[in-house]
C-alpha cells in the first residue's frame, strides 16, 4: 500500500494522477481462513482491522453480500457522540468517539472528523431533568459533556427559535467533543488498512449457510462455493436473524426501517450537531452544505430499505417549527436503512450458543458513532474470548434480565 | 403506506391510523416456566425475511386488537384475521402458499 500524503497529492498532480492504487485488492475466496467476518459495514470491517492491529490475526476474509459499506454504514447521518447514561455505553462509545479523533492518522485515510459538537435539546421538564442526570452521570465516568441555558443554545446556534409555541427550548446537554465523519469514508479507510494487512475483501459474496460440526463451526456455505474457518464474526445489522438462522439460534432482534433526507445545499448556517428528541428529529449541515435530517422509525418489521412517508412527514414539521428558516428547503434526497433493534435497545458483542462464532448487531439507529470502539471489542472477543467493553452487552443479558436500557433513560435510540 | 383491512369493523385502515403490536402467535410464559422459555417469550423473535405474522391494534379506529399476514421483504399482504386465534387460518396459509411456494410454512 502506498500512503497518502501532501507528497503523494504532489507528485500525482504532475502525472495526471496516473499513480495511485486501488484503495483495497479484489479477492477470490481461499479455501480456508483463521477467521472470517461477515459484513462488509463499518462494524465487520473494524472488527477485522483490530484483528489484525491489536492481536496480529491477519489470516482473515471479509464476506460482502453487497458492496462495502452499502448498508447502513453507508446511509446514516454520521453522528457522533457518546453521552450516554449507563457506564457500560458510556465506557465503550467514549472509547469509540476518543478512537475517532486519531483514526485519520491510524489508517492513513482522511475520514473527515469533524468534533463540531452535538447539542440535545431539552424541550420539556422531564428533559431537562433527564439531561441534567445524563451530565452528572458522563462527569462520573469521565465523559466531557455540560448542561447548557437557552442563551447559550441561541449563541451557537442562531438559526433556532428557542421560544416555539409549543416546545420552547429550556437548554440542552452539549458535547463539545462529538461530531461528525465521511460515513464512506470509514468503511473505505478500514478496508483498505485491512487490505494491506494481507485480508481479503469479497464483495458479491452472500453468506448463505453456516457450517458445524459438534457444536462448533467449521466454515460457511456462500453463492462463491464453501470456506472454512475457526472463527466466524457476524456482523450484518438488520439481517442478524437471517445470520442467527442459519447457526441455528434465535436473537432478540427486530429489524425496521430507519429514514434520512438531505435538501438541497445552501450557504453554512449551522456548525453544530443538534437532536430534538421530544419533537423527534436531528439536523447537521454537511460539507456540502446540505441539511442532513432524521427521524424516527417505523414500527413494523422490514427489510425494503425504505419507510413510510408519513414519517418524514413528522420530521420535517417537527424541525420547521423549532427551525424555522428550514420550511423554505427543498428536500433533494431521502434513503432508508434496515435497523436491528434488540430487546433493551442496546447492542450486542457476543458468544452465541455456537463454539467460534459470534455476534456484534443490535446497533439500531445509532452504531455509526461506535465502529471503532465496537471493531475493537468485538476483535478482542473473537481473539481472546473475552473482552471488558463487550462484556456487559452479551446475548445473554436478555435471560438474566441485566439490560442496559439506554432507550429510556436517555429517551432517544441513536 | 401500509393499509390493513380491520377485521373487526370492515375498515381499510391506513398506517397511520393503526399500532404495530409484533409478532404474532407468541406462546406465552410466566412464573413457574424456565428461564429458556419465559427469554424465548419475552424477546428471541423470528424477524423474518419473508411471510411474518403479526399484531395490529386499529388504534385510532374501533380500538381493536387483530392480526396480519404480511411479507416483510415486499410488503405485500396477504390478508387480515381475527386475534382470537391460536394459528394461521387454512385460507391464509393457502392464499401465502400460492404466491410463496418456497415458503417453509408456520411453525409454534
Ligand atoms: C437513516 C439512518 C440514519 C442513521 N443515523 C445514525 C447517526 O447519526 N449516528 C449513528 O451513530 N448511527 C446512525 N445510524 C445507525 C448506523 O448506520 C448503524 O448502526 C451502523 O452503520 C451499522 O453498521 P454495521 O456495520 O453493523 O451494518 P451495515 O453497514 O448495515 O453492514 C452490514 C453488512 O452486512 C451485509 N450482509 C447482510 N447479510 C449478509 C449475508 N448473508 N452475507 C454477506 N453479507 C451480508 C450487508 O450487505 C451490509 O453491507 C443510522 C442508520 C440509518 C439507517
Ligand atoms: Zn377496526
Not at chain 1, 476474509?61 to 459499506?69: D, F, H, P, S
Not at chain 1, 453507508?74 to 468517539?97: F, H, M, V, W
Request: glycine share 12%; aromatic share 10%.
Amino acid at each position: 500500500m502506498k500512503r497518502y500524503s501532501v507528497f503523494a497529492v504532489a507528485r500525482e498532480a504532475l502525472r495526471n494522477h496516473q499513480g495511485w492504487d486501488r484503495a483495497w485488492a479484489k479477492a477470490d475466496p481461499k479455501p480456508r481462513y483463521d477467521a472470517i467476518v461477515v459484513g462488509a459495514g463499518g462494524h465487520g470491517l473494524a472488527s477485522a482491522y483490530y484483528l489484525g492491529r491489536n492481536h496480529g490475526i491477519t489470516n482473515v476474509a471479509v464476506i460482502e453480500k453487497g458492496w462495502l459499506g452499502g448498508g447502513n454504514t453507508g446511509r446514516n447521518t454520521t453522528i457522533i457522540r457518546s453521552n450516554y447514561l449507563q457506564d457500560p455505553s458510556a465506557a465503550i462509545y467514549e472509547k469509540s468517539r476518543s478512537l475517532y479523533e486519531t483514526l485519520s492518522q491510524d489508517l492513513n485515510y482522511n475520514i473527515m472528523f469533524s468534533p463540531r459538537g452535538v447539542m440535545m435539546l431539552a424541550q420539556t421538564q422531564h428533559e431537562v431533568r433527564g439531561y441534567l442526570r445524563t451530565a452528572h452521570a458522563n462527569a462520573l465516568q469521565g465523559v466531557a459533556t455540560e448542561f447548557i441555558g437557552p442563551e447559550r443554545v441561541k449563541e451557537l446556534v442562531p438559526i433556532i427559535d428557542t421560544n416555539g409555541p409549543r416546545y420552547p427550548v429550556l437548554g440542552a446537554l452539549w458535547q463539545p467533543r462529538a461530531g461528525t465523519a465521511r460515513h464512506d469514508a470509514v468503511a473505505w479507510g478500514y478496508a483498505r488498512a485491512c487490505s494491506a494487512m494481507g485480508m481479503d475483501i469479497i464483495q458479491n459474496c452472500e453468506v448463505t449457510g453456516i457450517r458445524r460440526e459438534g457444536g462448533k463451526v467449521t466454515g460457511v456455505e456462500t453463492t462463491k462455493g464453501a470456506i472454512g474457518c475457526d472463527r466466524l464474526g457476524i456482523v450484518v445489522a438488520g439481517h442478524s436473524s437471517q445470520l442467527a438462522d442459519m447457526a441455528g439460534f434465535r436473537l432478540p432482534i427486530e429489524s425496521v426501517a430507519l429514514q434520512a433526507l438531505v435538501s438541497e445545499p445552501i450557504k453554512p448556517c449551522m456548525d453544530v450537531v443538534v437532536m430534538a428528541n421530544t419533537v423527534h428529529g436531528y439536523l447537521s449541515q454537511s460539507d456540502k452544505g446540505e441539511m442532513v435530517i432524521g427521524g424516527g422509525t417505523d414500527g413494523f418489521n422490514n427489510y425494503t430499505q425504505r419507510g413510510s412517508w408519513h414519517h418524514i412527514e413528522e420530521t420535517v414539521r417537527a424541525l420547521v417549527e423549532t427551525f424555522p428558516m428550514l420550511s423554505r428547503l427543498k428536500m433533494l434526497r431521502q434513503w432508508g436503512g434496515i435497523v436491528d433493534m434488540t430487546g433493551d435497545r442496546s447492542p450486542i458483542i457476543s458468544k452465541t450458543p455456537v463454539e467460534g462464532v459470534f455476534v456484534n448487531c443490535g446497533w439500531g439507529t445509532g452504531g455509526f458513532k461506535a465502529i471503532p470502539g465496537s471493531g475493537w471489542a468485538m476483535a478482542e472477543l473473537m481473539a481472546k474470548g473475552a473482552s471488558p467493553l463487550a462484556e456487559e452487552f452479551s446475548m445473554f443479558r436478555f435471560r438474566e434480565g441485566k439490560f442496559i436500557d439506554e432507550s429510556v433513560a436517555a429517551g432517544v435510540a441513536h | 403506506m401500509l393499509i390493513l383491512t380491520c377485521p373487526c369493523c370492515g375498515v381499510a385502515a391506513e398506517e397511520t391510523e393503526l399500532q404495530p403490536g409484533g409478532e404474532a402467535h407468541l406462546k406465552r410464559f410466566g412464573p413457574g416456566s424456565s428461564d429458556d422459555a419465559f427469554e424465548a417469550y419475552m424477546f428471541a423473535r423470528a424477524n423474518p425475511k419473508g411471510v411474518h405474522f403479526e399484531r395490529w391494534r386499529h388504534a385510532y379506529g374501533c380500538g381493536k386488537w387483530f392480526l396480519a399476514a404480511r411479507c416483510t421483504a415486499t410488503l405485500e399482504v396477504f390478508g387480515t384475521y381475527s386475534a382470537q386465534t391460536k394459528e394461521p387460518p387454512a385460507e391464509i396459509v393457502t392464499k401465502i402458499r400460492a404466491k410463496r411456494p418456497d415458503w417453509a410454512g408456520w411453525s409454534a
